[in-house]
């Protein structure tokens, strides 16, 4: 069939009319390309982004029967959408259309009209060439599946599965323990309310009681296979291995809370375990437990040392909600009893939310002595240290608490691997995007929430797990279908040697391999088109449809001829 | 379409704009209703954003592209929202949107009625840094790049002189001087508040001689100066001059104590503004005079450690009351209380405040139109009974970004999905 492709050279009003001359573009484009098999509609037009612009090109697609068309303008930044949807309301395959820039390229840098008019030849030339070899891409449409996995059973998770869960919305939430809340359970208050164990109680009671939530305790993730919209899981119970379940759903949320790290590890503590030293969580659950702080005498102390930050240089990250907690506890001892004499050591505040300073001004109300430090050690349950003017002290106490760094919690590693999320340096899972996209991750519909991503407090666990719910939400409507990314990349079977490069090269984990054929396969529905695995073949069988080495060539080739 | 599945945002920075996109990809109607010609707020006044010190346009421009190329979004720019009535599910709003002068479908952005233009006044978007024409756009870059008319100022609206100069220039007959302020009704069932916040007006503070000295800049400013599409191209020299610094100090808390708070950005910022400052002139000295660094979450601190003491060096100092700024037509010299508990000065050529983000102007007027509550800082509140709410204290209204309290792109990205999961709640079930 003879190929009939419309070529239209926008003159943007003097933007580039006046700078390059259109009609000898045109003629010499015309003249160039007009074969047997190939025949060329030039053009012009005074602004072919106006409604009259449009226009006039849906006609000439439509009356002119087009099979190809080449768009001369500005930059495709600023009008390539337009020009795509043009073709969208006509027959022509929007990917068989091809923008060239001959504004900021030619007309807006050239001073030299003979020299602009021929380079804008040349582009157009080339994007000629391309577009004969561009082929029709089709958007495929694929059922989804709206219900959620949620995996731990700590605060995010449980507010993550409450927002979701609706009548056209399952959700499945697993924890590997046999108890829900994570770690907020043994928090006597909640900073910055003065909700504590009740509120979280409340919100475990939410979850157990809604119909739409299903909730498997001492449950593991075993496998997951999928896309965002469809991902089929099997899960297993920690007790019994040979236990399992297997379920679909659209959706996964990471919700494994943390771990906190082991004190002794860094070299300026040094204790033993029956000193009076105890970890800030420690105390959180003597008085949640015990309804009083005591030493393990039974009496309550007398004089109590807090130390922040403890290991803060080695991790070289700030654990972001120690200051507030610790400043908690200084309070939980002085409600206790005024006389109790309270030291907190610190080296900076950190206190980011607006709410956070009043804590602040009540700790130094109460009578706590806040003390600024440079550096500290711990003996037993003497501390040391040097203040700000380099005077060393040492305090003997009769009871010491510290703040240990928040690290993953300790499935995480085996988690990545099963998720195939990428890990950050810190061991915590790696978002899609620190600033942008905090809570999306390399693949599409799998989603990390609360201190999974890294440390914070529980208002900031809860934040996260609505933002989660919102994306869900919006990207998976209850019997609506999505339109996955039709700029894919495929393997030619025939060629591939089946050397796995393109699997480790892919962020997004969307290459699979085939061991029965001993080839890489790419699932479509994963791919983001970001070529990574074609460069990274060997053997040249790996193409990314609309951006392959033939239409790229041809392309470079006719401009530069 | 059911109109009380529609959505009103206000404000189109980071916060508002990925609200907006979520929630169009229902399918539902979205007004984003912006104050400014431009859209993408203060994100879009760096150059580049912390802690990957990645180009904040190329983290922005997309979102910004997206938003006006939405079919189910409707951008409102030079508007504000006059009055809101009614209840969750159905809110009747008012916007007054004022008369842009320029045509958004004929205008292509050449920028040939500029250089014609006779007038020429302080560009505030640039900090006052430089000038602009009374036609013109904030920058360049701007979206939509589409320039509007400043009626105070230009001739023809003025009446000081004739002029018609933009219109001549113009060949697509994009500008009407004829265009009209309107009152657009519409009905929504939700609205997102992301109206940011401003900057704490450093000159309330004498102490520290803003607006005395040349030298002496707002964190803001010095972001502008940075920007390579900014007032100076990016090159560092002091305002009026053409001497570039060879020190520098970084003065960080500045209005922290008057406000109350911590802003929890501004020792991030000045890492990053320090870094910046070695970069462009690695033989100027930079000095961060601070009390505490709060660099919370488990990027931030490997951020500054990169930069703190290595390419600036630290001072701490005791007193923030104790903290003075000198300065005569040559020098700037600061005198503080060390850590030791002496008194000590230092001269530098620029000093850069770390200024508080504090509450927007107009927030109380939002409070009061929409029926929500302010907390003691005049920032809008959420609902203090919940833990981690966006919600505000009426239902319906949501609360998103730095309109709740100083923060971060990362957690004004998470509130605005958080606001649009709050949002789904009330309009879909
Ligand atoms: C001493 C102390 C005091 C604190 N005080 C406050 C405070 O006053 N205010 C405040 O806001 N924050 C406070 N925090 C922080 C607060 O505890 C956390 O923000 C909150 O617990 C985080 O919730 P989460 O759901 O992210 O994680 P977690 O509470 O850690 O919950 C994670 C859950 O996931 C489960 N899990 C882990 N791995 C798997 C797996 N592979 N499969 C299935 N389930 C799994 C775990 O068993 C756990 O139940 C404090 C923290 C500490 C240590
Ligand atoms: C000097 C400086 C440097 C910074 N650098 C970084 C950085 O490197 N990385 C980082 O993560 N964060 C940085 N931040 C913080 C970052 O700017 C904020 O987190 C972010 O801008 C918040 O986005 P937002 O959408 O909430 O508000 P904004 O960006 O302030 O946007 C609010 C929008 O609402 C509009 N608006 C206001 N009132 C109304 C009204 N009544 N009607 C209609 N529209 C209205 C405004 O014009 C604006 O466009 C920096 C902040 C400062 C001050
Ligand atoms: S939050 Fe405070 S105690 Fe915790 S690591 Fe950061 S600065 Fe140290
Ligand atoms: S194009 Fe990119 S996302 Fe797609 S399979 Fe190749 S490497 Fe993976
Ligand atoms: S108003 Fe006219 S001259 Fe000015 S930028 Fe728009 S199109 Fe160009
Ligand atoms: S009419 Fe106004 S905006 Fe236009 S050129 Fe004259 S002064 Fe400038
Ligand atoms: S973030 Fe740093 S500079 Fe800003 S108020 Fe807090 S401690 Fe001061």
Redesign the interface.
Known sequence: MKKKIGVYVCE????IADKVDIDKIIETVVAANNSENVEIIGDRHK?L???AGKVFLEEEIKNKELTHMVVAA?SP?DHN?TFINVCKKTELNPYLYKMVNIREHCAWIIPDKDKATNKAIEYIQGGVARVQYQTELIEKKLDTNPDVLVIGGGIAGI?AAI?LA?KKRKVTLIERSAVLGGKSVFLKE?LP?Q?GKE?INKRIKDLTDNENIQVFLNTEIEKIIGFLGNFEIILSDVTNKDKKTEIKTGATIVATGFGLSDVTEFSNINYDTKDEVYTSLEIEKMLSEKGKLKLSSGVPPKKVGLIHCVG?DEK???S?ICCNYMMKIANYFKKQSAKIEVKEFYK???????????LF?LTKKNGVDLVRIKEVSLNGTKIKYSR???TIEENEFDMVVVAPPIIPSDSTKNLSEILDIPL?E?G?FQEAH??????GTSTDGIFIIGNAQ???G??????????????I???L?PGEQIVPEVKVSEVLEAFCMGCKNCIDVCCYGAIYFDEIKGISVVNEAICRGCGNCVASCPSGSIRLKHFTNEQIYQEVIEALK | MDQQKNVLVIGAG?AGM?ACL??A??GKQVYLVEKLPIIGGKTIKNEE?F??LECSTC?VAP?Q?EIL?HPNIKTLTLSEVEKIEGDIGNFTIIINKKARYVSD??C?G?DMCFDPCPVSISNEWEENLMNKKAIYVPCSGSLPNVPTIDTEHCYHFNGKQECNACVEAC??EAINFDDKDEKVEIQVGAVIIATGSDIYDVSLLPQFGYGKHPGIYTSMEFERLFASNGPTSGELTIRNSEKTPKSIAIIHCVGRKEQ??????CCMYSAKHAHFIKHKLPDTKIYNFYR???????????FV?KINDIETQMI?H?SMDELNILHNENEITIEYIT???KKETLTVDMVILASALNPGKDFSDISKMAKIDL?K?G?FITN?EK????ESTKPGIFIAGCAE???????S??????????V??CL??
Do not use: W
């Not at chain 1, 943007?12 to 933007?15: F, I, L």
């Not at chain 1, 900076?348 to 009043?358: F, I, R, S």
């Not at chain 2, 833990?387 to 966006?390: D, H, I, P, Q, T």
């Not at chain 2, 309290?405 to 957690?411: H, S």
């Open positions: 943007c009003g003097p933007n602004l982004c106006s409604a500005c930044r959408s507010e927002s609706g909640l309310s909700a509120y803060r070289k990250y700030c972001q900076d505040l950190c206190l980011p939310h607006k709410d956070d300073q009043k001004n700000i003017d380099g950050d810190f915590f620190l600033s942008t996209n905090p809570v890294g440390p914070r529980i208002s900031n666990s809860i934040l996260m797990a609505h933002a989660a719910s919102g994306q939400r919006t990207q409507i | 980071i990925k979520l929630l990809k229902t954003s802690p990957n983290m979102v592209q190329q479908t004929d292509i050449c060949m697509f109350d708070y911590c802003s929890g950005i505490d660094i709060c660099v919370p979450g488990k990027t931030y601190q490997k450690e701490y005791n850590g030791k508990s907390d800082n920032f203090q833990v981690g709410s966006v309290g100083p923060k971060d792109v990362q957690t990205v998470i509130q605005a999905e958080a606001a649009v999961s709050g789904m709640s879909d079930s």
